[in-house]
């Protein structure tokens, strides 16, 4: 089974912090996603990547960043924490291929900036 | 703009009964998944179907693509209690994507023991 795994499942952070979140996966996946979810606006993709060390914007990367060094390990970076990015964060892997293959999620961290 | 929207926001009903739930998006796709996700918790995927499929099973789940009107709906039939949870379709625009998908704002279903 496919396992991805995030650093925290809850996190809270003041205004101004650098904020680190992680996600590790054991499957090869080329694909690794990272998305926030909240109430009323569904799944938004942040960024994401393809390939160690590349990266691609999604729809909302404003005030985030990513790094890829390792195939399995994807990090999203909040350089300086706000409290409109209190939020739920989701990673998610896929293998790589013509079309979209099916997303495997890790569990959440719900993260409160105060 | 979203891709997916599913309809209803919200639905609610007895153990035993079936649940539909419907998905309509805006552009052309390659295949659209449907996914689970508990309170709280990460996304579970239950089905994919290509752009060239009009209905596929997975146990109690039936996934129905029209692909004309640009719509998909998820039955659940003989809903149980452990059913309750949100329910997101996303979509796959193709073209050089890498496996990026679109998601709806979902629905969450509520199933009365």
């Known amino acids: 089974d496919v396992k991805v795994t995030q650093s925290s499942r809850y996190l809270v952070k003041r205004t101004g912090e650098k904020v680190f979140l992680e996600c590790v996966q054991d499957m090869d996946h080329e694909n690794m996603f990272w998305y926030r979810q909240d109430p009323g606006l569904g799944l938004r993709l942040i960024y994401f990547?393809?390939?160690?060390?590349?990266?691609e914007k999604g729809d909302i990367p404003e005030g985030y960043s990513v790094s890829r060094e390792k195939k399995e390990r994807f990090s999203l970076i909040l350089e300086s924490a706000s409290t409109n990015q209190t939020s739920m964060y989701l990673c998610?892997?896929?293998?790589?291929?013509?079309?979209?293959?099916?997303?495997?999620f890790g569990p959440g961290t719900r993260l409160t900036v105060l | 703009s979203q891709q997916g929207e599913e309809d209803p926001q919200a639905l609610s009903i007895q153990e035993g009964e079936n649940a539909t739930m419907n998905c309509s998006y805006k552009?052309?796709?390659?295949?659209l998944q449907w996914y689970r996700q508990n309170s709280g918790r990460g996304l579970v995927h239950l089905i994919l179907?290509?752009?060239?499929?009009r209905e596929k099973h997975s146990g109690r789940l039936r996934v129905t693509l029209d692909t004309s009107k640009k719509s998909s709906s998820l039955l659940i039939t003989a809903s149980r209690a452990a059913d309750t949870a949100s329910y997101f379709c996303?979509?796959?625009?193709?073209?050089?994507?890498?496996?990026?998908?679109?998601f709806g704002q979902g629905t969450i279903l509520t199933v009365h023991p």
């Open positions: 552009t052309s796709i390659n295949n």
């Open positions: 996303a979509t796959d625009a193709g073209g050089t994507s890498y496996g990026k998908l679109t």
């Open positions: 990547s393809y390939d160690v060390k590349m990266k």
């Open positions: 998610a892997t896929s293998p790589l291929g013509f079309s979209a293959d099916t997303q495997y």
């Open positions: 179907i290509r752009s060239n499929e």
